[in-house]
């Protein structure tokens, strides 16, 4: 069974830190991995995708893959209150790419 | 920017009864897929759909689900006789070539009473 691992938090952070995210996979097959933000009720969001070992910078967000390790992290840098929400790891797996989501992990920043 | 439709936003429906959630994926998108979230749980995958086809399907897609493109726009789940524990957020998501981030839609709050 494919398994994607995160701390379920709360992760408390004031505004302006630097909010740090961590998934670990199980399947060395994947290829593709996603973050996602989730508010309360709604869908996810993709935020961040990455591809290759090392880092990826999109503004405020920096994601990082390590595939020997098997880790996927996510660092939102100057966190707002908005950014409260929890934030789905999500990898590929199978031909299809199919997504196989963690458990998420609930961001909250206060101001 | 384009966008997952899906509709209803809401249903309620009786224990054993059908229902059918609908999805109008993005236009020029090839990989269709459902997945639901349990309230407070996983998202999970249910089925994929690539070609007119269901590519692959989850544990949980039974004999009670079937999905169709019957029209080349629209792509909906039916379930055939509902149970309690088919409560969930159903989403419909798409993607252009299976290996970039899939856009989902906003989701049908699927209620069984």
């Known amino acids: 069974q494919k398994e994607v691992e995160q701390n379920s938090g709360p992760l408390s952070v004031p505004e302006g830190a630097i909010a740090s995210l961590n998934c670990t996979y199980s399947?060395?097959?994947?290829?593709?991995f996603f973050w996602y933000r989730q508010y309360s009720g709604k869908s996810p969001e993709l935020i961040m995708s990455?591809?290759?070992?090392g880092d990826k910078e999109d503004g405020r967000f920096t994601a990082q893959l390590n595939k020997a390790s098997q880790y996927v992290s996510l660092l939102i840098r100057d966190s707002q209150p908005s950014d409260s929400a929890t934030y789905l790891c999500?990898?590929?797996?199978?031909?299809?790419?199919?997504?196989?989501f963690g458990a998420g992990t609930r961001l909250a920043v206060h101001p | 920017e384009p966008e997952v439709t899906q509709t209803p936003s809401h249903q309620v429906t009786q224990m054993g009864q059908e229902v059918i959630l609908r999805c109008v994926p993005i236009?020029?998108?090839?990989?269709f897929y459902w997945y639901r979230q349990i309230l407070g749980q996983k998202v999970e995958f249910l089925v994929s759909?690539?070609?007119?086809?269901?590519?692959?399907k989850s544990e949980i897609f039974d004999d009670q689900f079937s999905v169709e493109r019957p029209d080349g726009s629209n792509f909906t789940l039916k379930i055939r006789s509902t149970k309690l524990e088919d409560s969930a957020m159903y989403f419909c998501?798409?993607?252009?070539?299976?290996?970039?981030?899939?856009?989902f839609g906003s989701g049908t709050r699927l209620t069984v009473v």
């Open positions: 998501a798409s993607t252009q070539t299976g290996d970039y981030g899939y856009t």
């Open positions: 399947d060395r097959g994947s290829q593709s």
């Open positions: 990455i591809y290759s070992n």
């Open positions: 999500a990898v590929t797996s199978g031909g299809y790419n199919k997504l196989i």
């Open positions: 236009s020029n998108h090839l990989y």
């Open positions: 759909f690539y070609n007119n086809e269901i590519s692959e």
